[in-house]
């Protein structure tokens, strides 16, 4: 069966940083991109972009560029998250989604089809509270 | 702000459908494929309907998609209590470039 478990809430102070793990079981973690998404408190759901599991190459949304940055350790099939000078509105839950749309290569994951056709499973979440 | 937009939420019995709405434009809906999430309280979302009208394995034929134009519809048949959750659509927009999301839509059974 295919899992993504998340590393587990974190409290941080406002200035500090915080990195969150997405590990990936029961398929080969290569094969799809990362995307990773984010939902302020009682709010939507908002895409912060994605990362080829096969390069290690990210991609930002706009909003996520600067402060955020996705990397891998694919020895262990996982994707991380960190974030960096911890703004109080980065309080949030950060879920990282496989995207069954596309197929990483050594160029990108996405040709004719774009992000988002399919994200399927999803992490169980990993909440961050920024709070002096 | 999400550029896809829901009713904010919908309710019927134990047993009745109901539809949910995304209405968004031709540099989304109109272009490219609409998925479906089903959020239930405190968990991940979760994928129920991808590609416009597709169903993932173990998603039972209650739920289904469709699309026309700019606008997507998830429906849902014999509605039980445990389908109470918050529901989003979502699709990629080709202006932004980014992938969006509706607004979510809470379904009271």
């Known amino acids: 069966q295919v899992h993504l478990v998340q590393s587990g809430s974190e409290l941080k102070k406002p200035g500090a940083s915080v990195k969150i793990s997405c590990k990936a079981s029961?398929?080969?973690?290569?094969?799809?991109?990362m995307n990773w998404v984010r939902q302020a408190p009682g709010q939507g759901l908002e895409w912060m972009g994605w990362i080829n599991t096969n390069t290690g190459n990210p991609t930002y949304a706009q909003g996520f560029t600067g402060r955020f940055v996705f990397f891998l350790d694919t020895s262990v099939s996982t994707a991380y998250l960190q974030i960096s000078s911890l703004k109080a509105e980065d309080t949030a839950v950060y879920y990282c989604?496989?995207?069954?749309?596309?197929?990483?290569?050594?160029?990108?994951?996405?040709?004719?089809?774009?992000?988002?056709?399919?994200?399927?499973?999803w992490g169980q979440g990993t909440l961050v509270t920024v709070s002096s | 702000q999400s550029v896809l937009t829901q009713p904010p939420s919908v309710s019927a019995a134990p047993g009745q459908k109901v539809t949910i709405s995304c209405s968004g434009s031709?540099?989304?809906?109109?272009?490219?494929?609409v998925s479906w999430y089903q959020q239930l309280p405190g968990t991940a979302p979760k994928l129920l309907i991808y590609?416009?009208?597709k169903r993932p394995s173990g998603i039972p034929d209650r739920f289904s998609g469709s699309k026309s134009g700019t606008s997507a519809t998830l429906g849902i048949t014999g509605l039980q209590t445990g389908d109470e959750a918050d529901y989003y659509c979502?699709?990629?927009?080709?202006?932004?470039?980014?992938?969006?999301f509706g607004t979510g839509t809470k379904v009271t059974v």
């Open positions: 590609e416009d009208n």
């Open positions: 989604v496989r995207d069954l749309g596309g197929y990483c290569g050594s160029s990108s994951c996405y040709g004719a089809a774009p992000p988002g056709n399919w994200f399927d499973p």
């Open positions: 979502g699709s990629w927009d080709s202006s932004l470039p980014a992938v969006v």
């Open positions: 029961g398929y080969t973690f290569s094969t799809y991109p």
């Open positions: 031709s540099s989304n809906i109109g272009n490219n494929y």
